[in-house]
């Protein structure tokens, strides 16, 4: 397939929260784009007024950002063919709903909203419980196609509403071919008059979409697969409008599914499952629409690309791990499939765990350093980097570090005790302090030194390791995993260790 001038767009409505799917789709275009050299733009399709949600046109923004997939153009970055706001453009797409009406392509359609209900409860009696405004029934309809010109114009000037809706012809037969699905057919008589222009005058997503797809040069059209039955319309739209020959190429792209495989993945499944679906929170005044994202829930950006990358789409390869310059090179959209794709969360925290093993401590370090102070806590540089390599390996999610490793930066933590009833022997009690005296004198005070004091007094009091670690890691961690009780040692000094084992033993001895 030659690529030539490919300008892509992510064209999402700010009717909420932008979800994960979204972000995917929005990929997708991404990596076709910079793989070809090609544009990405932003696009806002805010003509529905009555769904549009305030600050959630700044949640897209942020939630493409965070992901790294800046829009070359867009709302905020510019561009020679915007504006990028759909409800900034309302006076351009007048003159191609006029131009469809002139031609007998589109008509104006009077129908009030009751006028509408009534013929739908007329048609659920006689047992029609679809009821579609097509060619079939257009002229029964309260519309402008059997009108007179005089009362046609009469009509008009009298500032009656109206909607302009499609002309969708009989017994034809819509073809389009899809990248992902091959060729697509849809029959006509299948085929709703859809509105064109709303009542309010804001076009539908029908007619802005194929306008601003034309004037800005679109080449490719990636969008979800809900969109599917809604193309052979925009076909249409295209052929009336002379534009069929540049017209742009289609891919549809599967349905993100539950992680069961069963029904499309939702905003109520993460609820349910206590999973985000979501790039970053949502905030809002009642709280059963709030929701956690996958920044806040402790997910690396670059995972989640990996992740979602990986959702309908396969290199060919055994590779699985690849940052975002990578899969731009490997992007195919041939190789996107035509079935859903589950949403592993288990796969999504696996791909987390490989990209924090992965990263340099210090790095790490500044991702995790604003969780730590959040808790009261300023380490400096050298000693939160040593905490992160040694529990690198050992978390799933950012806020780890400090859930499971607290004790690094704190001394109050609760005591395993289980463990301590059960290791810690009223007849051992003296050798133990004699532990912590030759532990307090021991003169090379690292990881081999203290490794080699603790087997020396084991082997001197006939005790195992695991009569003696257990003690010292519940002592100094409250807990008996986590890393080298040896390296935690080290990096805790001689004094805080003095100073932890002296204050649980005298609680163990309670216990």
Known sequence: MTMENIRVRFAPSPTGALHIGGVRTALYNYLLAKKHGGTFILRIEDTDRT???PGAEDYILEALEWCGL????GPTTGGELGPYR???RKDIYQEYAQNLVDNGKAYYAFDTPEELDARRQEEKE?????????SSN????NNSLDMSEADLASRLSSGEPYTIRLKVPRDETVRFQDIVRGEVAFQSNELDDKILVKGDGMPTYHMANIVDDHLMKISHVIRGEE?????AHHVLLYRFLDWEDEMPKFAHLPLILKPNGKGKLSKRTGAQLGIPVFPLDWKVENPEDSFVGFREFGFDPAAVVNFLAFLGWNPGTEQEIFNLDELVQAFDLEKISKGGAKFDFDKAKWYNQQYIMATDNHKLAEKVRPIIEANGHQPDDKYLAAVCGMMKERVTFYPDFWKNAAFFFQDGYDYDEKTVRKKWKEEHRSAFDQLQLRLKNLSQYNDPGIKGEVESFMQDHGLKYGDVLPILRIAL???TKGPSIFEIMELLGKEEVDKRITKAYSIFDTL
Do not use: A, C
Request: proline share 3%; hydrophobic share 20%; no cysteine.
């Open 227 to 231: 969109w599917l039955s809604s193309t």
């Open 86 to 88: 759909q409800s900034e």
């Open 70 to 73: 800046i829009p070359d153009e």
């Open 51 to 53: 769904r549009y949600v």
């Open 126 to 134: 006689k047992g029609n419980h679809s009821f579609r405004y097509d």
């Open 138 to 141: 257009r002229h029964e309809m």
């Open 477 to 479: 961690s409250g807990t």
